[in-house]
């Protein structure tokens, strides 16, 4: 018998994320959440746009467009990706800016084992997004 491997696994270097309206979705991520343009391309091949974004800490977001890609069940939750979460220091300040801007935010809930906050939103094609507390710094 072999024994695996370890993978060394380091963290994840991108989530990836098909739009139905390319130019609503780069708007969203580029102007209400505020992810930097790593790269822009158009693939006329698959009539499709690939667009790289990016966090501090150097995590990506791939948003991709595809002709006729159909939609994302959620509710019932399918299985699969369940949401995409992104680390902040202040929910509240940052689910005040959002609800600023016009996007429709859950109330703010508490993780019952970490006691840290968390929010839930949808960005333009329905797909949850979360913002949850940074740890408190030692």
Do not use: N, W
Request: hydrophobic share 45%; net charge negative.
């Amino acid at each position: 018998m072999t024994t695996a491997t370890p993978l060394s696994l380091r963290r994840i270097h991108h989530a990836a994320i098909i739009c139905a309206d390319y130019a609503r979705s780069r708007h969203f991520y580029t102007q209400v959440l505020g992810l930097a343009v790593v790269a822009e391309h158009y693939r006329a091949a698959r009539q499709s746009y690939k667009l790289d974004l990016a966090l501090p800490d150097g995590s990506q977001v791939e948003l991709f467009s595809f002709p006729g890609a159909p939609p994302r069940p959620s509710y019932p939750e399918a299985q699969g990706l369940r949401h995409l979460a992104f680390e902040v220091d202040d929910v509240a300040a940052c689910k005040a800016a959002l609800e600023a801007q016009g996007v429709a935010v859950e109330p703010v809930r508490v993780d019952e084992y970490t006691q840290r906050r968390f929010v839930f939103f949808a960005d333009p094609d329905g797909l949850p997004l979360e913002l949850y507390e940074a740890a408190p710094q030692a």
